[in-house]
């Protein structure tokens, strides 16, 4: 289960969140919109943050 505050991101905004770190990624992830920009990804990154922070975040992945 994931918590509120932990957001599915994709590629390029987790490059503009963390520069020159390289992710940490799931291996077969699911369809998802990122967090911070809204656009649907399956980078199978996230980011730990308050979800505040995220204006985009639907919080659809509160629960799963």
Do not use: K, N, Q
């Amino acid at each position: 289960m994931s918590s509120a505050w932990t957001h599915p991101v994709c590629g390029p905004c987790y490059d503009e969140l963390e520069p020159g770190r390289e992710p940490v990624r799931l291996r077969d992830p699911e369809l998802e919109s990122c967090c911070a920009c809204g656009f649907p990804t399956r980078s199978g990154i996230y980011y730990r943050r308050d979800p505040d922070r995220f204006p985009r975040c639907t919080r659809d992945h509160d629960d799963r």
